[in-house]
């Protein structure tokens, strides 16, 4: 079964989903030593379907497996990954936070990653395209600890090498869309740091035969525009919602050209936008008259995995619907 995606204003979704219960049963009896890694599939197969199926009612094209088997978006990479040890917990924001993982020895790649969720996924997903999602080495270097390497470049660099075979492994599987999380870079937005991410990428995406993505968020992003629209990216995948749009001014400023992943659901937000409230969003783009609606893709700022699963479901319902509408103006 095939799907085709709309050529105007896809919709699609940026990775992670709220935790379904099979889940978070599955990751808590792992974490007590009770669950055998079948048992652990298999809850953890029940829960992508669930997501899926959220995904499909709503009406998005290009869908995720929604993380479910990822705790954390480092720690998920870590605990897998050669050359890593636990850490201990810090925190994030507020009251959240993470076990931060430790670089003790040369990173390698232990073998697929992703490519079981990714691929659970892909049965239930009825033809829709389903992305390749990973941690990309910057945030992987900045949310860890290293013991090993001292020098950050050349970390990257490593780290890089490992998850160029992970997405070589999801091309080689199917995967038409592979997405490349950096939301440590907007931290920390200098010419040094987005020319040494720019490296890192150009090795693990140089040649993929795949749309290749990166997806930034929550930070100065401004700051790294001029820096990163040489990068080997088809797209970048950018909020836009949470902090009122004000990037779009630089978009047309620094003359974006590349294809844009346009966020306009607020993921922090338990309120559901309105259709007409996101398809202002979209006119709001559409009259800076830069980019065309082939190359702008309709999604959420985030991932998300911290609101209920009733509200996710009813924002990606009303995004979905906007985005029609958007295609018969526009």
């Not at 993380?67 to 050359?83: A, K, L, P, T």
């Not at 490593?158 to 995967?175: F, Q």
């Not at 294809?259 to 659901?265: A, H, P, R, S, T």
Request: aromatic residues 10%; contains cysteine.
């Amino acid at each position: 079964m095939s799907y085709r995606v709309p050529e105007k204003f896809p919709t699609t979704v940026v990775g992670s989903y709220p935790k379904l219960p099979p889940a978070k049963e599955a990751l808590r009896r792992r974490k007590k030593g009770e669950i055998s890694e079948e048992e652990f599939e298999s809850l953890v197969r029940e829960a992508i379907k669930g997501v899926v199926q959220d995904q499909l009612e709503a009406g998005v094209d290009i869908i995720s497996d929604g993380e479910q088997s990822r705790e954390d978006m480092v720690v998920y990479f870590s605990e897998i990954m050669e050359g890593y040890r636990p850490g201990e917990w810090v925190k994030i924001f507020d009251n959240v936070y993470f076990r931060k993982p430790i670089i003790e020895g040369p990173v390698k790649w232990p073998g697929p990653m992703t490519l079981r969720d990714w691929r659970i996924a892909t049965e239930y997903s009825e033809g829709r395209p389903v992305k390749g999602i990973l941690t990309g080495p910057y945030t992987m270097l900045e949310w860890s600890f290293d013991l090993y390497y001292k020098d950050r470049y050349e970390a990257i660099m490593e780290l890089a090498k490992v998850l160029r075979k992970e997405i070589e492994a999801l091309v080689n599987a199917g995967a038409k869309y592979i997405q490349v999380d950096e939301p440590a870079l907007s931290t920390r937005p200098f010419p040094e740091e987005a020319e040494m991410l720019g490296e890192a990428l150009k090795l693990m995406l140089n040649g993929i035969e795949a749309k290749k993505i990166v997806h930034i968020c929550f930070g100065r992003v401004e700051k790294l525009l001029p820096y990163i629209l040489d990068y080997p990216v088809d797209q970048f995948d950018l909020e836009f919602k949470n902090s009122d749009f004000r990037l779009l001014p630089y978009l047309k400023e620094y003359g974006y050209n590349k294809e844009l992943g346009y966020g306009v659901i607020d993921v922090h937000s338990h309120q559901v936008e309105t259709v007409e409230e996101i398809l202002e969003a979209i006119d709001k783009l559409m009259r800076l008259g830069i980019l065309p609606p082939e190359k702008i893709y309709i999604d959420p700022d985030c991932g998300l995995k911290r609101l209920p699963r009733e509200i996710a479901r009813a924002k990606l319902k009303n995004m979905v619907e906007a985005a029609k509408i958007a295609r018969e103006k526009w």
